[in-house]
């Protein structure tokens, strides 16, 4: 039989992440250098590497006899935790009612951008996996370049605002940014959130990466500035590295009592509810407790220490400029001066980049500008600073906590080698470039036929 | 700041089961008896009453430390055993590429309602869950009402897509049947997919209930007869009582290579895996086991002698006549003997006998008709016979097994006493209503204007 599919379906592209992987795999299997068993320097994927909190752990196997349907909008006493959560870490008042639980942020996401009528604002670069959700439910979107900050300039928003006709328009804000790595402070979202009060513009605010703000203190939720129109969304997988569990949540609108009952609808038809062990687990990790505390400060003090070190040492190869991260586990890197010399070695797509970092010898995985929603010869890169081992490095850090630069920097050296010679990797590539030693041919080897 | 939803959200009613939840609790706390402290005789729940099997409690157990994402279309291992499992219950050679996992069977057919392009033909009465997703999805559909034995007419089918212009139709086969209880069998199936082919149909055949058949060397899945044409999806909420995991898994037709690339994008953008821990417990519930085994067989005996006691007793009722089930733990009743008396008594939709039955004295929760796609006015419902006490009376099965037919109606008095008196209280409900005793007055005091 002959299938005939829907024609969205066709019009979507695999998301980058999973295309990244597939690639990797294939080239993992395929390296025609027999000598060579390194793998690749892993800068590519966004997965916390920590273990999962031993709370979240004892609690799911506490739960594994829990076999019945839990409630559509979730547990009420998981969204008691988080109402508290939300409370304690970020200064909300959020009654549990407007709470709803799904299996990861990306799927209320998506079932948030079901219901809301209206265009979709993009700020790029963005994470991957927005675009293929509004692009598969044909919704109308415009792109929002930030500038050199690479941030939303709000003039900037207004006047795109403007210019479309939709009585409601629909801002995604991810804050902290993934790919930048960078936070919105306070004045900043007080300008964003008074160009949609004035454009009627709602704002999803994906603030996944909210707990691993270096320096907590700074970090302010979309939800307390604009709490009209903005739903919040977050979850297990970055701050409790449990991306594998499968557990979001979203914060409604105060007031959104119509639309709730929509969602819930939504929800029923879709997904019934999320799996009732995982719930009962995540109880845990949203609870307030100095185990988890402690969980929180670590991790978010290594990825500092990570980040700091990789912004240093990429902004230090020539002509290279990077995003200075203050959350997150990434940064952006941007490439742009090897622009003519790319070119000259017939690279002239950030796909094409990411194809000849990735070959032999240079092994290196990133993730290329035109998969964070950039222009397809915009040679900026995600970098991601988690390739080591997450366990280990955790009970090194709480043994012996650095303290000064130079401690900081042998603590990267000692905890993550790969990091350190991925990014002296990046600087050999970039080197081979200028001198003319790279060029089409180098690619060959893998079949990539661009 | 007022929202405002896309259309095809507001055309959408709540799944009929989640409103039932919410009129039970609601009712629940309720009543205006306060000497009553009842509750309930719930047949309106489809839930197995049963522990989740001690293997994959343990194996979740297990696996509580795998907090990385999975691979989109599933852990290797779980496609793996998804395979042999197919192959050893239901004599399958499947692929384990032609396995997707997701989180629960009722997403997988949403998702597979998002791929495939055409008219969704949706026989008649219907598990309440399809329907919501076909409006929501804005699909064209049709019903196909079943005859006189509650199963599809071929020649009926045929009609019906003869009458459509499209070229490719979804018919939703639902098979053992919720909420009738029934079979097919393997010549039923072949007359079906012989109009399938004929007329370019294929099949989503939802199969969740297979390992419940009675005597289960009947049960034939539509996969083996129509395999060029079926996509079969079962998963571990009916058979292993695990509807709270949230798992479950579709097999693709065999040759559907680019079909099956289109729903690994869906997959992908929607909800990028099922959860790890999960995922690794549901590999122990699929692998064969002496012990999984005789988790099924004693599972479907209970359900089984439940099932037949539950027809016997409903039967004997004077005017109402019941599907006998072959698998599942459903019977359909059907209540129309009544309905010059329900008229009369101003009860003139299935939703009002639902709620006639609901309070007191009677507090009998069932499922009416048009919750099952059935017309308004069609006094029909679903009894689900599974009120009772699972681990409990798994253990009593264990200890002694009733064989004859008096040890098995002692069984049920001695093991679900709610299922005997619930059914009694439906009978005394139709000698009230037919003595003229139930009216309108009877609702009064729930507050339910209808």
Redesign the interface.
Known sequence: ?K?????Q??D????EN?KLNTFLQEFHSNCPHPECSFGYYGFAFG??PF??PQK???A??AS???????A?SGLPELRNAISKYNKHYFGMDVDPQRIYIG??T??LI?NLL?????TVILPTPAWL?YL??IR?LKKNYHMLPTRANRKISPSDLRKLALRLQD??KILILNNPNNPTGLLYDKLELEEIADVC?EQ?I?VISDEIYAQTTYDFSKFVSMGKIYP??TFVTNGLSKSH???????GYVIF?QH?I??KI?F???L???????????QN?AISGFEISDEMNEYFEITRNIHKIMGEYSYDALSAIHGVKATKPDATFYLLADFNYYAPDLDAAKINTSQKLSESLIVHPYHTAIVGGDSLVLERTDFSARIAYVDYDGTKVYKNYQEQKPKTPSEKITFVENNAPKIVSGIKMIETFFESLKSGKIGESSKKHLGITT
């Open positions: 039989m299938f005939i599919v829907d024609q379906v066709e979507i592209e695999m998301p999973l997965q916390s273990p999962v979240i752990q004892d799911l196997i594994a006899s829990k076999g019945a349907y839990a559509v299996p990861g990306k799927e998506f079901e219901i809301l009528h209206g996996g293929p959700q598969f009585r409601q009060r009627n709602c009209e129109g590295a449990a991306g594998g569990y499968r557990l609108p959104a119509d639309l929509q819930k609808k939504i029923a038809t879709e997904f019934t509810a999320v799996s009732t062990p995982i687990a």
